[in-house]
């Protein structure tokens, strides 16, 4: 799975520990989930979502081959 992450935070010009705190994870999941790591669950995929105002589809991409 690819994601968008990082090009969200940078628009709102959030931190990986700002945005964790936002979505009460740690910093190093949203490490993970930027670096294609870690697949969130769908909740903290839609807190993420919700926290940079967009929607989980606008956020992460499904690549259908993995």
């Known amino acids: 799975m690819k994601t968008r992450l990082k090009e969200f935070r940078a628009k709102y010009d959030l931190t990986q520990d700002d945005l964790s705190r936002m979505v009460g994870a740690r910093r190093e999941t949203i490490l993970f989930i930027e670096k294609g790591r870690y697949v969130p669950s769908l909740k903290l ?22």
Request: charged share 40%; proline share 0%.
């Open 45 to 66: 995929a839609h807190d993420i979502a919700k926290a940079l105002k967009t929607t989980v589809e606008e956020l992460f991409i499904f690549d259908e081959e993995e």
